[in-house]
């Protein structure tokens, strides 16, 4: 089992940055794969970026390619999402989520945080 919570969100402006964090619970968070996803109003869950587990490899949407980063420290038990020049069609709740491989697929995850709130100001 995988317990996940999501912090780091919030309110920025558009150009701005923001890095949300993802702490887990549970004594394999470093055989899982780590995704963010996010989800805006009247929008489905969308794939945003993953890292696998012995962080040699990173996939992207590409909306976010250049601006986004994910990272993970296994020893902490926390993966990142560093988010710069957000614009306003970033605004979404931003959701962790685990997997055994590197997916871009949503329900190949099985474990997922409450998510956070990232809106972007224009």
């Known amino acids: 089992q995988v317990q996940l919570v999501e912090s780091g969100g919030g309110l920025v402006q558009a150009g701005g940055s923001l890095r949300l964090s993802c702490a887990a619970s549970?004594?394999?968070?470093?055989?899982?794969?780590m995704g963010w996803f996010r989800q805006a109003p009247g929008k489905e869950r969308e794939f945003v970026a993953a890292?696998?587990?012995?962080?040699?490899?990173?996939r992207y949407k590409d909306s976010v390619k250049g601006r986004f980063t994910i990272s993970r420290d296994n020893a902490k038990n926390t993966v990142y999402l560093q988010m710069n020049s957000l614009k306003p069609d970033d605004t979404a709740v931003y959701y962790c989520?685990?997997?055994?491989?590197?997916?871009?697929?949503?329900?190949?995850?099985?474990?997922w945080g409450q998510g956070t709130q990232v809106t972007v100001s224009s």
């Open positions: 989520a685990a997997s055994k491989g590197l997916s871009a697929v949503a329900v190949e995850y099985d474990y």
């Open positions: 549970g004594r394999t968070f470093s055989g899982y794969g």
């Open positions: 890292i696998n587990s012995m962080r040699t490899a990173t």
